[in-house]
T-cell receptor, first 113, second 117 residues
């Protein structure tokens, strides 16, 4: 079965510290992976995606993600967190049919000043 | 939120009523999607459409209906058969729903919050 897991409901970091939001996946074949961010009562905003190539993907707002095939992971990272990064983050994988995205349950990131 | 609009932003429904949520996009995207978001459950796919006049059920289609008469519009009707409709509803679109769509991210609207009174 295809699935995405975000093992942490919440991640707390201090401003200026590095942050990591974890994501693992289970799909058949090549994974097409995505990260989105959601601010309260808003739609989702696309951050970055992994299709093929370099395992380190750079995206919007200074975020990056590392694809690790052997660990079936796609963790979101940022070298220095900002208070404005506080939001709900979703990892997603394209389903095998290519017709839709399968989303994780989301991780709330809280950055304290 | 790009070129996708959803209306209304807030919607209140009485028991036994059908309500329709609007979704319009001006991105010229072929594929459109409806998701339901509940706290702690992520996004769950209700319906999707890859081309005009065609749509498919997602994981939680029971109690919902859609139409796709125009490329830019994909309205969702929440019927009285949906037992627990209170949720945040998100519409999305992407450039292609066929094999080329594997690589394309989805663009989301701002959402509609539906509350059953």
């Amino acid at each position: 079965a295809q699935s995405v897991a975000q093992p942490e409901d919440q991640v707390n970091v201090a401003e200026g510290n590095p942050l990591t939001v974890k994501c693992t996946y289970s799909v058949s074949g090549n994974p097409y992976l995505f990260w989105y961010v959601q601010y309260p009562n808003r739609g989702l905003q696309f951050l970055l995606k992994y299709i093929t190539g370099d395992n380190l993907v750079k995206g919007s707002y200074g975020f990056e993600a590392e694809f690790n095939k052997s660990q079936t992971s796609f963790h979101l990272k940022k070298p220095s967190a900002l208070v404005s990064d506080s939001a709900l983050y979703f990892c997603a994988v394209r389903n095998q049919a290519g017709t839709a995205l399968i989303f994780g349950k989301g991780t709330t990131l809280s950055v304290s000043s | 939120d790009g070129g996708i609009t959803q209306s209304p932003k807030y919607l209140f429904r009485k028991e036994g009523q059908n309500v329709t949520l609007s979704c319009e996009q001006n991105l010229n995207h072929d594929a459109m999607y409806w998701y339901r978001q509940d706290p702690g459950q992520g996004l769950r796919l209700i319906y999707y459409s890859q081309i005009v006049n065609d749509f498919q059920k997602g994981d939680i289609a029971e109690g919902y209906s859609v139409s796709r008469e125009k490329k830019e519009s994909f309205p969702l009707t929440v019927t009285s058969a949906q037992k627990n409709p209170t949720a945040f509803y998100l519409c999305a679109s992407s450039p292609s729903g066929t094999s080329g769509g594997f690589y394309n991210e989805q663009f989301f609207g701002p959402g509609t919050r539906l509350t059953v009174l």
